[in-house]
């Protein structure tokens, strides 16, 4: 395919001029392939990875059908405000001069200034799906006016929690003509519920629905609860001046608990869930995509959508439960072909889930240590023992040692350990006395005791550099 530059289009002068003031020169694949079948009236369910530019590819036809008429033309929808004021800033720029009067609509504002926005007139909605319903029942919008719909994340749109929203919502277009359903992600349930909202759609999908995910490096680090904060702080500790982090857990409360945390251990941190007042979400993300705070704690209100150029690295303290937000989580980072690194923190009972999210996306997520911290810096948080998180289900910890077949036998070794540390024989588990090295299992209570002995002690004067194997 030949490489398109969007002065081959022959756009809309105003739109043209503005594509060119923001620098950018080729349309990506997505808009190469979105942009002239939008304009054309198809329908169209597009498919790319996280950030490529998925926004212009449908707010670029959405803008070129559209003029300033005063009068409704298209809805979009997004699933967060904080996207849905991106989206619209995003086409805001997009249109430079064209004049056409675009709204974003969300909660957690002021209904009447929304409410006497909207009378001054608009052409493009930007939206939330509740706050746009509530303004149409309001009398506010006239959904039957508008003839372009857009869903942005669409496949989160369509899933359960939204899918009664948006029916409600296409129920009361009656004057619709075009659909564009946008994301990432698209489950084969939601691509089928898409074709019926869409009259003989053109796909564009990444190959075959095979999951292209960006430039980003992704680790898994074996840790348990207690030691997660640890490799966390290292994580930050070695950050340079100008990377940002944008740190995942699952809950509201689980958010404010290492936010406080990372702050008692003296790094700023800024917080982002659905219960703050949207006044603060919105300055949180301002203050965040400037880049004047440089680590985000978040919930998934932060997984989609959001573009935000410095994010360096992303991690997933929590795993997250809804496997499509994997892909979504990681991809705030590796943005328009820039590099990030992902981790994720995977305890002993997470194990299970990170082999389904690699298996689900076709992943290879290996399995490497925290990293060590770099030379002139320190840990500010300590590692703790973690006996639970690396016993088996008998309660058991093994350790490997460095004696072997040839310097002990079994029965030799079990009376050594129980006279060397004086715990009670029911302590000690499976031995296994190997070629080149041993194992011996030993209870949770014992295992840290045991340990401190074994590291101090010779055996048939050998040092037994013992080291726990999980
Ligand atoms: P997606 O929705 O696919 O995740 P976005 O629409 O948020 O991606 O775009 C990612 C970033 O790339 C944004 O900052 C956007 O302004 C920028 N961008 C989009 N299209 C182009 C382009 N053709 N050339 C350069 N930058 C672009
Ligand atoms: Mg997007």
């Not at 989580?329 to 992902?342: K, L």
Request: hydrophobic share 40%; charged share 25%.
């Amino acid at each position: 395919m030949s490489i398109i530059e969007f002065s081959d289009w022959e756009l809309d002068e105003f739109i043209s001029s503005a594509i060119s003031r923001l620098g950018w020169k080729n349309p990506t694949e997505i808009q190469t392939e979105a942009v002239p079948a939008g304009i054309r009236g198809f329908d169209i369910i597009g498919q790319a990875r996280t950030g490529s530019g998925k926004t212009a590819a449908f707010g670029i036809p959405i803008l070129e059908t559209c003029s300033p008429s005063n009068g409704l033309q298209s809805l979009i929808l997004c699933p967060t405000r904080e996207l849905a004021i991106q989206v619209s800033e995003e086409i805001e720029n997009l249109q430079g001069s064209k004049g056409i009067d675009i709204c974003a609509i969300y909660g957690g504002t002021d209904i009447e200034k929304q409410a006497k926005q909207l009378q001054k007139g608009v052409d493009i909605i930007v939206g939330t799906p509740g706050r746009v319903i509530d303004m149409s029942k309001r009398g506010h919008i006239d959904l039957g006016m508008a003839s372009i719909f857009c869903l942005d994340e669409a496949d989160r749109m369509m899933d359960m929690g939204f899918l009664p929203d948006i029916t409600w919502i296409l129920g009361k277009m009656e004057n619709r003509k075009q659909t564009l359903l946008f994301s990432a992600t698209f489950p084969q349930e939601i691509l089928d519920i898409s074709e019926e909202f869409t009259n003989n759609p053109v796909f564009i999908m990444s190959n075959e629905l095979e999951i292209e995910i960006p430039e980003i490096d992704q680790y898994a680090i074996r840790v348990g609860r207690i030691n997660k904060m640890w490799a966390l702080s290292r994580i930050i500790t070695n950050m340079d001046s100008d990377d940002q982090i944008l740190i995942f857990v699952n809950t509201k409360r689980m958010v404010e608990m290492i936010s406080q945390r990372l702050n008692r251990e003296g790094f700023e941190v800024s917080s982002l869930h659905g219960d703050l007042t949207q006044n603060k979400r919105e300055k949180i993300i301002s203050n965040y995509k400037s880049g004047e705070s440089k680590i985000l704690v978040a919930t998934d209100v932060a997984a989609r959508g959001l573009d935000i150029d410095g994010v360096t690295t992303v991690v997933n303290y929590d795993l997250p439960d809804d496997f499509e937000n994997y892909v979504h989580r990681i991809g705030r980072t590796g943005r328009m072909g820039r590099h990030g690194v992902a981790w994720n923190f995977v305890s002993k009972n997470e194990k299970e889930k990170l082999n389904r999210i690699a298996s689900t996306w076709n992943l290879k997520i290996p399995y490497t240590n925290p990293p060590e911290i770099k030379d002139g810096k320190r840990d500010k948080i300590r590692k703790r023992d973690d006996w639970e998180e690396e016993s088996n289900s008998f309660g058991m910890v093994r350790i490997e040692i460095a004696i072997t077949s040839s310097e002990i036998s079994k029965y030799n070794l079990f009376e050594w350990i129980l006279r060397e540390c004086k715990i009670p024989d029911i302590a000690i588990g499976d031995i296994i006395i190997g070629k080149n090295s041993s194992f011996i299992e030993i209870h949770i209570k014992k295992a840290g005791f045991v340990l401190d002995i074994l590291k101090n002690r010779k055996l048939k004067g050998k040092k037994l550099k013992p080291m726990v194997i999980s």
